[in-house]
């Protein structure tokens, strides 16, 4: 009979398998391809087996976007500066686009900007705001943060749905800077 932990380690490297797999099909077919019937044959398990790990859909792209997260926070971290972390945010979301949908555009159940937001949240967050603190005064660089990350999620969304001119992405990037840097915040 397996030990505990042999049966822990097992469920846990389903649940991996059925996210990396949702993932990626997410992020080859887009989201509407992404149902448990074509999970549950695509990772050769039942349906049953995956509602016994996720309570739905919603769950697995909620486990995703908080998956996500963890990534772009660490991504944000690395970034040099409001400039290299606006690329650095801007280049996530063009390179991961399925798993940005799920962190920002698809219904969640995730709570942002509350005490009870994951920590990865408050850590992605706290990324953005260290960058933008050094041009707004103490009371107002929560507000700041919040205005400069709405911005590059415009960025992002607007230019994932071909609504901007790809040329001008730079040019986007380095205007949304300057706003912030020159803030009379």
């Not at 059925?18 to 695509?42: C, F, K, M, P, Q």
């Not at 942002?112 to 041009?135: D, M, Y």
């Amino acid at each position: 009979m397996p030990t505990e932990s042999r049966r822990e380690r097992a469920r846990e490297e389903r649940r991996t398998l059925i996210l990396r797999t949702a993932r990626d099909l997410a992020e080859s077919e887009g989201w509407d391809a992404v149902t448990t019937r074509r999970l549950a044959d695509a990772v050769d398990y039942s349906q049953p087996v995956l509602y016994g790990h996720f309570k739905n859909m919603d769950a697995i792209a909620d486990a995703i976007a908080l998956e996500g997260i963890e990534e772009l926070a660490a991504v944000l971290q690395a970034a040099d500066g409001l400039h290299g972390l606006a690329r650095a945010y801007l280049g996530y979301a063009e390179t991961h686009p399925a798993a940005y949908e799920a962190m920002f555009t698809r219904r969640t159940d995730l709570v942002f900007g509350t005490a009870e937001s994951p920590s990865v949240l408050k850590a992605a967050f706290a990324a953005i705001r260290a960058a933008v603190e050094p041009f707004a005064d103490a009371e107002n660089a929560e507000t700041l943060t919040e205005v400069f990350w709405s911005a590059l999620h415009g960025q992002a969304t607007l230019t994932r749905g071909r609504r901007l001119r790809p040329t001008h992405a730079q040019a986007r990037a380095d205007a949304l800077t300057a706003l912030i840097t020159n803030a009379s915040w």
